[in-house]
């Protein structure tokens, strides 16, 4: 069966810090991959999603950037993080269907706090 | 542009009692629905999905929702509800073909259950 690892669960960083979040997805090849944030309120918000190695869009314009180094690894990035960046981070796979449309799976999550 | 509305931000009910979360959305063709339960802290955990057929669908946890076009709505329903039901639930529609599977979500109905 599939699985998606995100971590870390929580993260505090100081403002100015870089970010690096790391999402790998089990038992399924070529997945789409995506990164959400949900910030209270305010529903989730995707900032990036990748149909293959080295495949990103972008949808928000952001100080964060993301990569696709492996089939299966997703990793958002920040060189110097915002206090606007705290939230809490999702990572979610999905097999594209023949329509275009399919379930999301989601990861548990990374908490960010930036101090 | 696709949109999904939730016109409930919080709902209270008792334990045992039923359960309707309403859904509105917006979008030209057939949509593909989704329904979504976020535990606090976690991620998002898929509940059911109308893709086409009968209108009214089946999912997890006892959980069921009926696809109304004329009314433009996805309401999510369950006949007794329990402790452990409460948690923010999201009802979100696929961005159409192009999207690459991303999904609109809205911005959820948070559920407390009273004893």
């Known amino acids: 069966s599939q699985t998606i690892h995100q971590w870390p669960a929580t993260l505090v960083q100081p403002v100015g810090s870089p970010l690096s979040l790391e999402c790998t997805v089990e038992?399924?090849?070529?997945?789409?991959l995506y990164w959400y944030r949900q910030a209270a309120g305010r529903g989730l918000q995707l900032l990036f999603y990748s149909v293959g190695i080295g495949q990103i869009s972008s949808e928000v314009p952001q100080n964060l950037s993301a990569s696709r180094p492996q089939d299966r690894q997703f990793i958002l990035s920040s060189k110097k993080l915002l206090l606007s960046d705290s939230g809490f981070y999702l990572c979610a796979w999905s097999s594209l269907g023949p329509n275009g449309n399919s379930p999301l799976h989601f990861g548990n999550g990374t908490r960010l706090t930036v101090t | 542009a696709q949109s999904v509305t939730q016109p409930d931000i919080h709902i209270t009910v008792s334990e045992g009692a039923s359960l309707e979360l309403r859904c509105n959305y917006s979008?030209?063709?057939?949509?593909?629905l989704f329904w979504y339960v976020q535990s606090p802290g976690q991620g998002l955990q898929l509940l059911l999905k109308?893709?086409?057929?009968?209108?009214l669908v089946q999912g997890i946890k006892g959980f069921e929702a009926e696809f109304k076009r004329s009314q433009s709505s996805f309401n999510l329903r369950k006949p007794s509800v329990h402790w452990s039901d409460a948690a923010e639930y999201f009802c979100?529609?696929?961005?159409?073909?192009?999207?690459?599977?991303?999904?609109?979500f809205g911005k959820g109905t948070k559920l407390s259950v009273k004893p």
């Open positions: 979100a529609v696929g961005a159409g073909k192009g999207s690459q599977g991303n999904l609109i």
């Open positions: 038992g399924t090849s070529n997945p789409n």
């Open positions: 979008y030209g063709a057939t949509p593909y």
């Open positions: 109308y893709f086409s057929g009968d209108t």
